[in-house]
């Protein structure tokens, strides 16, 4: 089994960094930080609770002013790269976002995020002062480093998975786009990404205003039009007509009389959790002109409360295809938990979805591996 990622921050990591600190600060006692950070509940922290409790000891054993802290963490950071050292900004967050550090703080964050990343760190920001920190934004939005164009989206992410929600984006993400507009058209992919992330969680709050977006930006580069497919992604999976119809879809309303024949099969139909089964499918096109169809798999995953389900797409062709095409494939489906998922015994129902229409479906079983034995 894997090693857990919190299992990272460890005694020789805390050691080694403090070596760093110590090597810059001489009176930075190594011994008492990495006593002070591992102590009996360390065991049982996860990563961002592990990750917090190195900033909370970093705040002790560094000066005790804020901008004198900052020099000792200026003087080491071009050494401190990746994803451990999210605890760099995560200071910032923590303890500089008092008035007077407010341009020390920004100036901080700026540097931090070239090095690991600051899109959870300027959400405290981004909640005590809106406008201000979007200003800010809109000014690294022009920045020569990918790195902190990419905070200028991935900051204000309304949904941004770990990261604090921000309510007021939510309600009303016109802030939020006014960044996204000086990025549309950007050179970087890393930075193409995140824009098409944060449209994409805007469109789960606002589609029609996302669909109106994305009518105004396509066609503009191709870089642009990337941004807009991903962006519009899970207006495409919920088959949004407006939606389906900017990107050529066959009109879903017309999916019944799309199709002629359709048929689903999962092998076996009867598994334990842990197992694997294949799902086979064919279709048939009417005749006629080419049409764009998008085809996937959606299995109703049973929750841990019996009796209700939460459905989970999977794509299996996006393509045009011309008037009497046969369609066929098959899938192997793995029925193993995951960190992302578990499972739980009880009928599964797998459809079949052809531009987010239903044209067939089959009924699984899945039973814990015991059962399945005492079936066997």
């Known amino acids: 089994m894997a090693e857990a990622l919190k299992a990272m921050y460890n005694k020789e990591f805390l050691c080694r960094f403090g070596e760093n600190l110590h090597a810059v600060y001489s009176t930075f006692d190594i011994e008492s930080f990495v006593s002070a950070t591992i102590d009996e509940a360390w065991a049982g922290l996860e990563l961002k609770a592990r990750m917090r409790r190195i900033t909370e000891t970093l705040r002790t054993h560094l000066p005790i002013r804020y901008e004198e802290a900052l020099d000792v963490l200026f003087a080491i950071d ?13 200071f910032v967050a923590m303890y500089g976002q008092e008035e007077e550090h407010w341009e020390l703080s920004m100036k901080a964050l700026e540097r931090f995020t070239q090095r690991s990343s600051a899109e959870f760190a300027i959400r405290p920001f981004l909640l005590r002062d809106p406008g201000r920190v979007i200003g800010q934004m809109m000014l690294w939005s022009k920045h020569q480093s990918e790195h902190v164009r990419r905070l200028a989206s991935e900051g204000c992410r309304p949904r941004l998975p770990w990261g604090v929600g921000l309510p007021i984006f939510k309600r009303d993400p016109t802030l939020v786009l006014s960044v996204l507009e000086q990025l549309k ?31 105004r930006w396509k066609d503009v580069c191709p870089h642009t039009d990337w941004i807009v497919r991903q962006g519009c992604r899970t207006l495409i999976r919920k088959a949004d007509p407006g939606t389906m119809e900017l990107f050529g879809y066959a009109n879903p309303e017309d999916v019944v009389s799309l199709t002629t024949f359709a048929s689903l099969s999962v092998l076996p139909s009867r598994l334990a959790i842990g197992e694997s089964c294949e799902l086979q499918y064919e279709l048939c096109i009417r005749e006629g002109e080419s049409v764009r169809i998008r085809i996937e798999y959606g299995i109703d995953f049973v929750k841990a409360r019996g009796g209700h389900t939460s459905r989970k797409l999977f794509l299996l062709s996006d393509k045009i295809v011309t008037g009497g ?38 009924v699984l079983k899945l039973h814990l591996l015991e059962e399945a034995f005492d079936h066997a």
């Open 78 to 90: 071009e050494t401190c790269i990746g994803f451990p050292y999210l605890f760099f900004p995560d």
């Open 325 to 362: 095409t046969r369609l066929a494939g098959r899938r192997t489906h793995s029925w193993s938990n995951k960190t992302t998922r578990r499972h739980y015994p009880g009928e599964h129902r797998v459809v079949l979805l052809v531009n987010g229409c239903e044209v067939a479906f089959m």
């Open 185 to 215: 058209a950007d050179s970087s992919l890393y930075v193409r990404k995140s824009v098409a992330n944060n449209l994409n969680d805007i469109a789960k709050d606002h589609p029609l205003l996302v669909l109106e977006t994305a009518r």
